[in-house]
């Protein structure tokens, strides 16, 4: 991890997945119940998941991104944006997407029960806020963004005026 973390609560975060590790094996099942209990048109669109491998999968990739959110950022901004462009080829819309990771948080403080402490609760609050903002940046063709109208205004003023 950097020397400096890139969110300023980083170890409140890792301290709540460090400790599910501890508490349980597998959160897989725990996740899913809670993303369909939320989205529950969503889950036709594993159809492709036969074993439950592709769940697993998503949500391993989902964690370890999280800890780079939180730690080094080498990459998990940029992913959060490619990811939510991908899976709108699996027809998810953006705004089911980033849902995940506030899905994700309900099931840690699900498993974490009396261990999951109110620094934990701030930490993923400001985490997810902060996560949301990225997305709400990714720029997207279907629908009108004002933070991408603002940069495109500015890129094409000055051919504007030549
Ligand atoms: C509620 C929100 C979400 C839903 C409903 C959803 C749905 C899906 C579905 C249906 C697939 C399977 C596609 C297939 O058939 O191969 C998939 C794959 C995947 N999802 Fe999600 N997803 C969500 C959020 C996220 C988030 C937030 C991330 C990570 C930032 C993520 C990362 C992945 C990855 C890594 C895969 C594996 C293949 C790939 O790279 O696309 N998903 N997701």
Redesign the pocket.
Known sequence: MADIPAFARAADVEASLERLAEVCEDPTPVVYRH?FAA?PT?QP?????TNGA?KG??LS??FE?ILDFVGERRYAQH??GT?MV??EG?E?PRE??????G?IRDAVRELLAADWTPAFETAWTEMLAEIDAYAQATPRSDAANAYFAARLEEFTAPYAKA
Do not use: K, L, P
Not at 45 to 49: H, P
Not at 96 to 101: D, K, N
């Open positions: 993303m989205h969503m669109y594993f159809w492709r998941d592709i999968e998503m990739r989902t991104a992913m959060i990811e991908t899976h699996y998810v089911v997407f980033v849902t995940f990771f899905i």
